[in-house]
């Protein structure tokens, strides 16, 4: 079979055909920061983490198809800087207060804010006002961490075939809002076991009385970069 | 009419009455996705909101999941979960309708009606809101009521309306005159001063063969009239041949026409409806579609009747429907889809997912709507003034056309003019026309500069007024806006910065993100609290928004801001402060809730934002 490649900071990647340049990178065991991105599930494009140069333009590596010969440019200083921006932004955005969130250690936008070498916010805070919702017996929605990256959303719908997630709003005004009569988690069909009930990458989605179950310090990323979190959780297993 | 239902619903609507309503207006519509923003804007009108029963009703019909009801109910401006007045009357936050004074009429008007700008009047009669450019910049200060537009306001006027409003007039009872938008075409070309024999073009396109046609369009050299110009030709056969001969295939005709300062595609549907729907059915013979949607923007509600009139026509002309002009097989008909007022709509596979039923978020690319498009079938998506031109293509042939405009840019353009002119209107050009030319014809020889494109495009000083237009040079959708010498350029670049926040989808980051930022940070400058750390920063953050955003929004929302401080940094620097840095945060606003709780005003009780202001 012939292989195709394209090159990527210069390494020469394989890939076969109908897979992304995220894909095709991750199976290299090369990481390009994502949040919104996760292989179990469609590619979003939206969190814009994994912004890399296509033959000198801007595209997103998880919904760009690798093709034959291109020059993809990954883990340059200017790239870096852009993602470092883009998780500030999303800092900012939301109310994330690190030191207070159970999800500290474990929570992937503050890893990729560790991996990025991110030192403080950068721009103003937007101290916007959201709901809480505890309604739930086993689960807590905490709107404040959420990112947008629609990851709940997708896993509902296309894995639990149930829908309870959606994102509601336009522009800064977003607000994620739940299935079911009243609004309120409580209320609808999710349950403790569901994968969109285990997927958020921060601390917006938690369950229950297992929030300090691993000391703070003994955490995932309090050990690990993500960079190999990442590669070691993602790429595909060999035969 | 459904605006008639607006000014009789009941205000103390018990749960049944919206039960019946709802179902009413569920049974009228097929019981799909595809007609869930239809429903919902019937709702709005006959309930001045979507309460939360009719979306758990509709939902329960639809089997759509409430989150995408709530989702698509929030995401348009023209829908809310909150009532908003019987009298739903919007006025038009354009730049163009603020150089003719619209914010000091409407602050006249809020006081006339006893109401807050956003906030429906306790007795639940009235509510006044600002909303984006309702295309009627020709002639504004404009605004609309319950959707219908109302152009040429002023302060007569006003106290007209209020007097109506509070005697609860219905619309159909006030004067006419109010609601009759003009075309105001002052210079026409090849698109606007032919006059149609419906069919003509068709009956060409038939005579010729559907081959010999699309040959045709490729010789024309047409390209796209939204702004972004793929070529037409290609446009068309890349969907002409993608799947089989069986796969369903759309023609949709994007008349979303939402860049501040655009109104060609208003006028071109007035005055020349037949060419506009005969050019989507020629795409059609050509392509082998057989359904068209003309996606009309809500600002436009005052065409919908009109143009349902002309389809109509057509109809009985045996120029839509079963065996066009005799022609076995050739089966197509136009539906026409009306928008809820959301800019980004306006961005093709956006428009599609509006279609479908769905926020208007912009897909990812590929696939391309030419092959994955309305309901995931082969799709051509073009704008108003693209189909015009190929009716005059298909009718004519290529030669004609071909000959007019430059080398990279054929035919001519409709260019809609508004903001500080002598003659503000429709003018049509052959392409490579200079701005020298225009401003002349149109009366603005002192402009100071000119937004050509809209506030996507690019603004173009004085001292680049040789530069002509053309998708090599200054590429325009049709939005021209000419300020005066005497224009604040900051003033200019916070209006379209506010819009671009306004309209953003919020699907990625630097967009919903960024161009709130920006936002933020020019306020806190034109405000006068810029430092020239603030200065840094935005310039950081435009060029982010620019160049990693999803789509064409972000990618030129940060235009406005770019495009002017290149010209003009002295402006901006003029405005900063001379120390480095002040904080975002507001520390004498932060207080105001504390000063409200103790009832205290004294000086004490302020806070100077820097050591600077109390020195």
Redesign the interface.
């Known amino acids: 079979m012939h292989t195709h490649t394209f090159t990527l900071d210069g390494q020469v990647v394989a890939f076969t055909e109908g897979q992304t340049l995220m894909e095709a990178a991750t199976a290299a065991g090369v990481y390009i920061p994502h949040l919104c991105h996760h292989p179990a599930f469609k ?7 994994c ?1 890399v140069k296509v033959n000198g333009r ?1 595209c ?1 590596a998880c ?1 760009f ?1 690798a093709q034959e010969g291109l020059q993809v440019l990954n883990d340059t200083r200017e790239l870096n800087e ?1 993602r470092r ?2 998780t500030q ?2 800092f ?2 939301g109310n994330h207060l690190c030191p207070a969130c159970e999800k500290s250690g474990d929570c992937q936008l503050q890893a990729t804010g560790y991996a990025l070498g991110m030192l403080d916010n950068r ?4 101290f916007p006002h959201r709901q809480v919702d505890a309604s739930h017996p086993d689960i807590l929605l905490d709107r404040d961490r959420c ?2 990256c629609e990851l709940c959303v997708r896993a509902s719908r296309d894995v639990d075939g149930k ?1 309870v ?11 994620l ?5 009243t609004g309120l988690l409580g209320d609808s069909d999710l349950q403790v076991t569901d994968r969109a009930a285990q997927v958020c990458p921060v601390g917006a989605i938690l369950i229950k009385r297992h929030g300090f179950e691993t000391p703070i310090g003994q955490r995932t990323y309090d050990r690990h970069d993500i960079r190999e979190v990442s590669l070691a959780r993602e790429v595909p297993a060999h035969d | 009419m459904l605006f008639i239902l607006n000014g009789s619903f009941l205000m103390h609507t018990t749960d049944t009455d919206i039960i019946a309503l709802t179902g009413a207006i569920l049974a009228r519509h097929p019981a799909d996705a595809t007609a869930l923003l239809p429903i919902l804007r019937d709702i709005q009108a006959a309930c001045c909101h979507i309460p939360h029963s009719a979306m758990l009703q509709v939902s329960e019909a639809l089997h759509i999941p409430l989150p995408q009801i709530q989702g698509v109910t929030g995401f348009y401006a023209f829908l809310s979960d909150q009532p908003v007045g019987r009298y739903d009357i919007r006025l038009s936050d354009s730049i163009s309708d603020h150089l003719l004074g619209s914010r000091e009429l409407g602050a006249y008007f809020a006081k006339a009606l006893g109401v807050e700008p956003g906030i429906t009047r306790a007795d639940g009669v009235v509510s006044l809101a600002y909303t984006a450019c309702t295309g009627l910049c020709d002639q504004g200060p404009a605004g609309l009521v319950n959707g219908h537009a109302l152009p040429r306001l002023n302060r007569q006027r006003v106290d007209e309306i209020v007097e109506r409003v509070n005697r609860q007039v219905p619309l159909t009872e006030w004067p006419s005159a109010w609601f009759e938008v003009e075309d105001n075409i002052r210079q026409t070309g090849l698109l606007l001063e032919s006059t149609w024999t419906p069919g003509a073009a068709l009956r060409q396109t038939l005579a010729r063969g559907v081959a010999a046609t699309l040959e045709e369009i490729t010789r024309s050299g047409l390209r796209g009239r939204g702004g972004a110009g793929y070529t037409t030709a290609q446009k068309w056969r890349f969907c002409r041949e993608a799947g089989t001969a069986e796969t369903p295939r759309y023609v949709i005709c994007n008349a979303d026409e939402g860049e501040p300062g655009t109104f060609k595609d208003r006028v071109l549907l007035n005055r020349q409806a037949h060419a506009v729907f005969e050019g989507m059915t020629v795409c059609a013979a050509l392509i082998g579609a057989g359904e068209g949607i003309l996606y009309l923007r809500g600002e436009y509600l005052h065409l919908q009747a009109p143009l349902q009139a002309v389809l109509a026509e057509r109809r009985r002309a045996g120029l839509l429907g079963r065996d066009i002009l005799g022609q076995a097989g050739f089966d197509f008909d136009i539906r026409i889809f009306l928008g809820a007022g959301a800019y980004i709509c306006g961005e093709e596979s956006a428009l599609i997912e509006s279609l479908e039923g769905k926020r208007g978020v912009p897909r990812n690319r590929p696939p391309y709507p030419v092959t994955h498009g309305y309901l995931n079938h082969p799709t051509v998506v073009n704008n108003v003034e693209t189909f015009a031109a190929a009716a005059a293509i298909a009718l004519q042939g290529a030669t004609g056309f071909a000959a007019l405009g430059t080398e990279k840019s054929r035919g001519s353009k409709v260019l809609s003019i508004c903001g500080d002119c002598e003659r503000p209107g429709i003018y049509e050009y052959p392409f490579g026309v200079s701005l020298n030319t225009v401003l002349a014809d149109c009366g603005a020889e002192s402009a100071l500069g000119v937004q050509v494109g809209g506030p996507s495009g690019t603004f173009v000083a004085r001292s680049e007024f040789d530069r002509t237009l053309g998708y090599e040079h200054l590429s325009t959708g049709g939005s021209f806006m000419v300020f005066g010498p005497e224009r604040d350029v900051l003033a200019i670049a916070r209006n379209f910065t506010h819009f671009f926040a306004h309209e953003s989808c919020g699907f990625c980051t630097p967009c919903r993100v960024g161009t709130a930022l920006l936002k933020n940070t020019l306020d806190k400058i034109c405000d006068g609290h810029g430092t020239p750390f603030d200065l840094v920063e935005l310039t950081d953050i435009a060029r982010l928004v620019q160049g990693t955003s999803h789509c064409g929004l972000g990618q030129t929302a940060a235009n406005p801001i770019l495009t002017t401080l290149a010209r003009y940094p002295e402006r901006y620097q003029a405005r900063l402060k001379a120390i480095r840095f002040e904080p975002g945060f507001d520390l004498d606003g932060a207080l105001a809730t504390a000063r409200a709780l103790t009832g205290r005003d004294d000086a004490l009780a302020h806070l100077a934002q820097t050591e600077t202001e109390t020195a």
């Open positions: 590619p979003h494009g939206s969190c814009k983490l912004t801007n997103s919904t198809p852009t921006m883009l932004m999303l900012v955005e721009f103003p805070h937007f990112i947008y829908q997630f959606g994102i509601a709003g336009r522009g800064a005004g977003n607000q809002v739940v299935n079911s009569p």
